[in-house]
């Protein structure tokens, strides 16, 4: 049997936690935050103006030429009242394609450009305004790699990183945000696929496999497996090399 999720106690638990954080980060006056229109941006913004007040928290849209619903994007925004902009990141994908050679790219190199791009555009404006960069990935995702490496899973900190897209849809329901964006169905608006299609798993099984160890379906729990243990280097943080005994020495480096 799956857990019951106290989502009353987990909301004011991530709303505190995130005050905590800027209580150790004097020197940032704020968050800052993509805004895509979907269920994760729109939770974890929700949070933000729950912790800071809506004058610390500023979004940015960043469609990659026209976004068929950057209307939802528009519509989290203007309920919550915080300041935004929006920056279109066509002109610098089409360049980088072109400066690179689009026919030496796969579809996957080509899909995961906008994220990365996404992210250096939140770091830029972040940067100039001393704010932190909000992340909006969940567990689900990241549980079978269906994020883009230094792209969305790169962030300053994240609220919702822990929780399954069940327990995400749950306290979006419970923050009294629009149905319509809290059950939205998932998709990257890259591959013009929702998550699951793209997956070939749903997340519900993906949830039970994190949660009970199995989908009680053998080929989807292999596949749920094999995708967690290809995509490990996307949840860990680069290997250095270290230093071991016999590497230093005393006398002039070279």
């Not at 080509?110 to 250096?120: A, G």
Request: overall charge negative; aromatic content about 10%.
């Amino acid at each position: 049997m799956r857990k019951k999720f106290n989502v009353n106690r987990v909301s004011e638990n991530i709303i505190n936690w995130i005050k905590e954080y800027f209580d150790n980060q004097p020197n940032a006056k704020g968050a800052i935050i993509g805004i895509s229109g979907g269920k994760d941006s729109t939770i974890t913004v929700k949070l933000l103006v729950e912790a800071l007040g809506k004058e610390r928290v500023f979004g940015v849209l960043m469609p990659n030429g026209e976004q068929k619903d950057i209307s939802d994007s528009l519509k989290v925004v203007d309920i919550l009242g915080i300041n935004y902009k929006i920056v279109n990141i066509e002109n610098a994908y089409k360049g980088l394609i072109e400066e690179i050679n689009e026919s030496e790219l796969s579809i996957d190199a080509k899909i995961n450009i906008p994220p990365r791009l996404r992210m250096t555009t939140l770091y830029a404006v972040g940067s100039s305004m001393n704010y932190r960069v909000c992340g909006t990935g969940n567990k689900s995702e990241a549980f079978v790699g269906y994020t883009t490496k230094w792209g969305d899973n790169a962030y300053d900190f994240n609220p919702i990183g822990n929780l399954t897209t069940d327990e995400v849809i749950a306290l979006g329901d419970y923050l009294g945000l629009p149905y319509e964006l809290v059950h939205k169905i998932p998709s990257d608006g890259l591959s013009g696929k929702s998550d699951e299609e793209k997956l070939g798993i749903s997340y519900n099984q993906i949830n039970e496999y994190i949660e009970m160890g199995t989908c009680y379906n053998k080929d989807i729990d292999d596949k749920i497996r094999l995708k967690y243990e290809y995509n490990e280097h996307k949840r860990s943080l680069p290997p250095k090399y270290e230093l071991t005994e016999g590497d230093d020495y005393e006398g002039e480096i070279y």
